[in-house]
């Protein structure tokens, strides 16, 4: 079953857009996100790969296309993507509301 996100959050931080060229290795290798932020892979063109390989989920594995549904990434969980030919895509950081944003934890170009 495919997780969903909980109401209420907010976006708080976008990566660039990445490239099957540019994706960074962290990227590649399992990584996950800290307790409590959770994360939307948006794919713009072409195809990526979705895995996640934590332990405490079932095997998993999506193929994201551009149109189609965001990848979710869950608080903690162990995760990895791979490009799927030509591709890109940038990942959302979303989290529970937590008042005034300090100034390193603002959006780029978020000038507030």
């Not at 332990?55 to 995760?79: C, K, N, S």
């Not at 591709?87 to 950081?93: D, G, I, L, N, Q």
Request: proline residues 9%.
């Amino acid at each position: 079953m495919k997780p969903a996100l909980p109401p209420g959050l907010e976006d708080y931080k976008q990566t660039a857009t990445f490239t099957e060229t540019t994706v960074p290795a962290g990227l590649l290798s399992d990584h996950s996100t800290k307790e409590g932020v959770w994360g939307l892979i948006e794919i713009e063109s072409g195809q990526l790969r979705y895995l996640v390989t934590d332990p405490r989920r079932a095997d998993r594995g999506q193929t994201l296309v551009a149109g189609g549904d965001a990848g979710i990434v869950e608080p903690t969980i162990l995760h990895r993507v791979e490009p799927v030919g030509e591709v890109r895509f940038h990942v959302r950081f979303l989290r529970e509301p937590t008042g005034p944003l300090q100034a390193d934890e603002r959006p780029e170009g978020d000038g507030a």
